[in-house]
């Protein structure tokens, strides 16, 4: 069946540092999710990218799709301690269900 | 404000009894969503509908059973078949399934620990 990678499962950066978390697919993609889990809560949506090559920024968040449209990452510039929580990427299957990756966690050191 | 309810936060069972956890969304979407998430993992996920009257199994539906008798609710029953039942439930809800936008919003979920 479909599967998501997701790599590194953690990253402890200090803060300041640059973030960046991979997304890779065995399959070619329609789109890519992104969403964000703080330390006990719940994911929240970040950015949804269709086309292929497409790059999205919000603030210091720079969303990538790959050219095949097998691969995305998410790049944080200069960490905040605000940026902790764990990263998702989710892709649609054929039945257009949700298919989540295993997550990156984040942790910044102040 | 819009958005999914679930209760309880946090609930507590013993061996062989089955609980049913609430999800309540004031979103008006079609689609609502069941996803299992265990520590440092994924979400995985149990049951979804497209619309009321309607659901389909997800990738690990055994020892799980909803319903959806209104468009707002989509309760989650963890039967005493479920093996492994400790874990943080999410439920989710999209304005629609059949599209290429299926953003999910989230419930503040509910953890169950068996005892």
């Known amino acids: 069946g479909q599967q998501v990678m997701q790599i590194p499962q953690y990253q402890h950066v200090q803060e300041g540092e640059d973030f960046t978390t991979y997304c890779n697919s065995s399959?070619?993609?329609?789109?890519i999710q992104w969403y964000k889990q703080r330390p006990g809560g719940h994911p929240v949506f970040l950015i949804q990218l269709v086309k292929s090559g497409e790059v999205k920024k919000q603030k210091r968040l720079t969303f990538q799709f790959g050219e095949a449209k097998k691969n995305s990452s998410l790049h944080i510039t200069a960490t905040q301690t605000t940026d902790v929580g764990t990263y998702f990427c989710?892709?649609?299957?054929?039945?257009?269900?949700?298919?989540f990756g295993s997550g990156t966690r984040l942790l910044v050191r102040p | 404000d819009g958005g999914i309810t679930q209760s309880p936060k946090y609930l507590f069972r013993k061996e062989g009894q089955n609980v049913t956890l609430s999800c309540e969304q004031n979103?008006?979407?079609?689609?609502m969503y069941w996803y299992r998430q265990d520590p440092g993992q994924g979400l995985r996920l149990i049951y979804y509908s497209q619309i009321v009257n309607d659901f389909q199994k997800g990738d690990i539906a055994e020892g799980y059973s909803v319903s959806r008798e209104k468009k707002e609710s989509f309760p989650l029953t963890v039967t005493s078949a479920q093996k492994n039942p400790t874990a943080f439930y999410l439920c989710?809800?999209?304005?629609?399934?059949?599209?290429?936008?299926?953003?999910?919003?989230f419930g503040a979920g509910s953890r169950l620990t068996v005892l």
């Open positions: 989710a809800s999209s304005a629609e399934f059949l599209s290429g936008a299926n953003v999910l919003t």
């Open positions: 979103l008006n979407h079609d689609a």
């Open positions: 989710a892709e649609m299957d054929s039945s257009y269900k949700l298919i």
């Open positions: 399959t070619t993609l329609s789109n």
